[in-house]
């Protein structure tokens, strides 16, 4: 591990959360301490759930035909902490773990639900036309898994899109599908920084026009200005937009998308927490205050993985200062959270945690 490390000037290891997680953790941490100070490298426990099903899946032996599925799943696993929407798009969400009662209701009902929420995500988020595979391509409002794979293939031949309008050269794309998928892809570096945004390019000229009257000739150098600019004109507001011929809505977004061209709406989430040392059920005391990730939500509470071998439970009724039904009200998978050790069973296993602030 030293020689790969120094090898490829790794800066993180990933390591999977399934059998012997927690003994390559005291491995990986005890390799890490003996590098100090000449190198700094970090660790991360990541979810490997349904990692096993990509590496069977068609998908990764389209992906790496020559290795053989164990290694195509730490691949997959590197890549969940890399980027972590594009890697999981590519696992039936069924596979990944969405709660106690998926196997009891409607399968068809569920998929169809699953399907939704997926597609809801990338296309909140967005994805970098010129970088996407074709399954994350294929959540994408318009596209299907035909024409996701046809815009791989005129990637591969003609070189980067340079501008959203190239999407009607690629087969099978015609004016509606373009109308529909345009806004949700970005082209970091293309002819138009438009193109980075979320705005449509139906509303460009109205967006062209608004940087016009404000005098902003380059949103990468002075977006953040726009905002200063408009402050101010709450009372012309009205004309400012039957001017520009559209509604509030719009005109909030291209604001928000100036300001911040290609922001990802992600990066306002919790960061995921890097470790360079293992802690032990031992070195736990009541009333200590640790970091943990949130790794199940049950009925009864959630479970946290706060860096020893064992999960934590913090009880729902543990989970805020007022009444909690639905842990869920409060935590999602995946949430960074704060707790406090309330209780320590080491013959049972067991940690006892609070979310509250007494």
């Known amino acids: 591990m030293r020689r790969l490390i120094e090898k490829y000037d790794a800066a993180i290891i990933a390591i999977g959360n399934g059998t012997a997680s927690r003994e390559t953790e005291q491995m990986a941490a005890e390799l890490i301490a003996e590098m100090k100070p000449a190198r700094t490298v970090e660790y991360i426990i990541v979810s490997e759930a349904g990692a096993s099903v990509y590496s069977a899946s068609k998908i990764a032996r389209e992906e790496f035909p020559d290795l053989e599925a164990s290694m195509r799943g730490n691949i997959s696993i590197a890549r969940r902490l890399q980027d972590p929407l594009a890697e999981l798009v590519k696992i039936d969400p069924k596979s990944i773990g969405v709660g106690l009662y998926q196997h009891d209701i409607?399968?068809?009902?569920?998929?169809?639900?699953?399907?939704h929420v997926v597609e809801s995500c990338v296309n909140s988020v967005g994805v970098n036309l010129n970088t996407a595979s074709a399954s994350l391509l294929r959540h994408i409002s318009g596209l299907t898994s035909r024409t996701a794979q046809n815009i791989v293939k005129f990637r591969d031949e003609h070189g980067k899109f340079k501008s959203r309008r190239q999407l009607m050269e690629v087969e099978g794309i015609g004016e509606v599908a373009y109308e529909l998928?345009?806004?949700?892809?970005?082209?970091?570096?293309?002819?138009?920084?438009?193109?980075?945004?979320?705005?449509?390019?139906?509303?460009?000229?109205?967006?062209?026009?608004?940087?016009?009257?404000?005098?902003?000739?380059?949103?990468?150098?002075?977006?953040?200005?726009?905002?200063?600019?408009?402050?101010?004109?709450?009372?012309?507001?009205?004309?400012?937009?039957?001017?520009?011929?559209?509604?509030?809505?719009?005109?909030?977004?291209?604001?928000?998308?100036?300001?911040?061209?290609?922001?990802?709406?992600?990066?306002?989430?919790?960061?995921?927490?890097?470790?360079?040392?293992?802690?032990?059920?031992?070195?736990?005391?009541?009333?200590?205050?640790?970091?943990?990730?949130?790794?199940?939500?049950?009925?009864?509470?959630?479970?946290?993985?706060?860096?020893?071998?064992?999960?934590?439970?913090?009880?729902?009724?543990?989970?805020?200062?007022r009444y909690v039904k639905n842990p869920l009200e409060v935590v999602a998978v995946g949430d960074v959270v704060d707790v406090k050790v309330i209780s320590i069973d080491l013959e049972r296993g067991r940690i006892g945690l609070s979310m509250k602030k007494d």
Do not use: C
Not at 106 to 115: A, I, P, V
Not at 250 to 266: C, H, M, S, V, Y
């Open 181 to 321: 998928a345009a806004g949700f892809l970005r082209i970091p570096d293309g002819d138009n920084p438009l193109d980075n945004t979320s705005i449509h390019p139906e509303s460009y000229a109205a967006t062209e026009k608004l940087l016009k009257k404000f005098k902003i000739s380059d949103i990468r150098k002075e977006g953040n200005m726009l905002k200063l600019k408009i402050k101010n004109i709450r009372e012309e507001l009205q004309t400012l937009l039957e001017e520009l011929g559209i509604g509030e809505p719009t005109f909030r977004d291209i604001i928000a998308n100036i300001e911040k061209p290609g922001l990802d709406p992600r990066d306002s989430l919790p960061k995921p927490i890097f470790k360079s040392d293992v802690l032990k059920m031992e070195d736990l005391k009541e009333g200590m205050w640790l970091k943990g990730t949130v790794r199940n939500v049950v009925d009864f509470g959630a479970f946290v993985d706060i860096g020893v071998k064992q999960d934590g439970l913090v009880h729902v009724s543990r989970m805020a200062e």
């Open 106 to 115: 409607n399968q068809k009902k569920l998929s169809e639900s699953l399907g």
